[in-house]
């Protein structure tokens, strides 16, 4: 017909070669490519709540810091300063490194060798899990924090605290320095993470309200009496500990809880994979196990957002 | 991937394993350093924390360069898969520097308004008239 001519002599049409099919754009499948750009969506929402966190965080008067919130560890371990975190974080670099292990195995067909480090990848993946819901039955069940409610504080003055009957006692502060309003309860003060010099108030009267050397809140949080000693208007008076900044608690569990959702989902389709592995459905179709390649891809982003949450939440 | 034999492959797995360790442990080094952990008193100053926090972020920039090019196999891929992928990855990074920026930025003018605003209380100084225009300057009360 006269128009196919028309648009075959037309030097603008587009050969049928590129829009024949069966050419990859950037020579990768389509579940690759499709991979790394999911994961390029998730790293905008991660970096839009890194960003919320940080903006809320640097414009804040005080805020906890985090090296004193961090500093237990299980088995009774106090006083160490970002060491389960930083156990943590080993953890997922093991883990990504069992899981490249496991695509190098698959690139050699070697279907026992992909069961093999792809099981301990999902072990590490499950260790880290552990270790984060330890960490949030710690901060939550001993240390009474929640989504609203922030006990861990920090000075902005000199001070030295009250004894329970009011007079002054020895134990000074300097402005800077971290403190964690405790709970009164029974034997609390044998609970791991509290500092010996915070008294054995738990001996004295717990009941709510204003006493001579703390105050207890309705709740029961017991906020110690400090008198300023810095200089300026404030010096001389009497106050007492205050909840830290609201933010932090929502900000912290909601960001480490959607990061563990990426590692819980991570490792049930890591368990998937595994089974299909076993199972030869990935030895049928011969493209070097490039399942497996897709989903390690996932699992190392997963621990790249780790190494920036680790960053901003513990390290600044 | 790439020329280097099975064996070879797999040494440099386990150097990875070992840099990304030893560089996490630094950074942990460097973190508790700024804070007056290894050295007392560091952390009343400015320079060293600041040069504590640049560190940190370097080294964790770097992390990630070597977690996308060696373990997700970016090192072997089209030039342009991996732009497409890292160019809004940085726009991403340097949004977050940003807005960290931007909350020191909003906590110092919070703290300028309420020093403005005690002044105004104390009667030292004239409050700003609802039409006044900017810049706005502080005017003593004059009798």
């Known amino acids: 017909m006269a128009a196919e001519t028309v648009v075959q002599d037309n030097d603008t049409q587009v050969s049928d070669d590129q829009w024949g099919g069966g050419k990859a754009p950037f020579k990768a499948s389509y579940g690759k490519l499709m991979m790394w750009y999911f994961l390029l969506s998730d790293a905008f929402t ?139 309860s029974l034997g609390h003060h044998e609970l791991e993470g509290y500092d010996e010099g915070a008294g054995d108030h738990d001996a004295h009267d717990l009941s709510p309200g204003d006493h001579a050397g703390y105050f207890v809140d309705d709740r029961g949080y017991v906020h110690r009496k400090y008198q300023v000693t810095s200089e300026g208007e404030l010096n001389g008076q009497i106050f007492q500990e205050e909840f830290g900044p609201r933010a932090f608690g929502g900000l912290f569990f909601f960001i480490t809880g959607f990061h563990g959702f990426h590692v819980f989902s991570g490792v049930v389709f890591l368990l998937i994979i595994l089974i299909n592995s076993a199972s030869g459905l990935y030895a049928a179709r011969k493209n070097g196990y490039e399942m497996v390649e897709k989903i390690g891809l996932y699992w190392h982003f997963v621990d790249l957002v780790w190494v920036f949450v680790f960053l901003v939440f513990y390290l600044l | 991937m790439s020329n280097l034999s099975y064996e070879e492959s797999i040494k440099l797995v386990y150097k990875g394993l070992v840099l990304l360790a030893v560089v996490t442990l630094i950074e942990v080094f460097v973190s508790l350093f700024g804070k007056g952990y290894i050295i007392e008193g560091v952390q009343k100053s400015a320079i060293l924390v600041g040069l504590a926090g640049l560190v940190i972020v370097g080294l964790s920039l770097y992390k990630a360069y070597f977690i996308i090019y060696e373990f997700m196999h970016m090192r072997y891929e089209v030039k342009g898969l991996a732009l497409s992928v890292l160019l809004p990855t940085l726009l991403l990074v340097w949004a977050i520097i940003a807005f960290f920026q931007e909350g020191s930025s909003w906590g110092a003018r919070r703290s300028q308004v309420k020093e403005f605003n005690k002044a105004v209380s104390e009667e030292s100084i004239r409050p700003i008239s609802a039409d006044a225009t900017y810049p706005m300057k502080e005017v003593p009360i004059q009798e």
């Open chain 1, 46 to 184: 991660f970096a839009g709540f890194l960003i919320a966190y940080g903006a809320l965080r640097f414009s804040s008067p005080t805020w906890p810091v985090p090296d004193f919130v961090f500093s237990t560890a299980p088995f009774g371990v106090h006083d160490a300063p970002l060491i389960f975190v930083t156990i943590m974080s080993f953890l997922l670099i093991i883990s990504s490194v069992t899981m490249v292990r496991a695509v190098q195995e698959g690139h050699r067909e070697n279907r026992q060798g992909v069961v093999f480090w792809m099981l301990l990848t999902v072990i590490g993946g499950f260790g880290f899990l552990g270790c984060q819901a330890w960490e949030w039955n710690n901060l939550i069940g001993t240390e009474h924090m929640s989504l609203t409610t922030n006990p861990f504080g920090s000075y902005t003055v000199d001070g030295v605290y009250l004894n329970p009957d009011g007079s002054v006692s020895d134990e000074t502060f300097e402005a800077g320095e971290s403190y964690l309003i405790h709970k009164g």
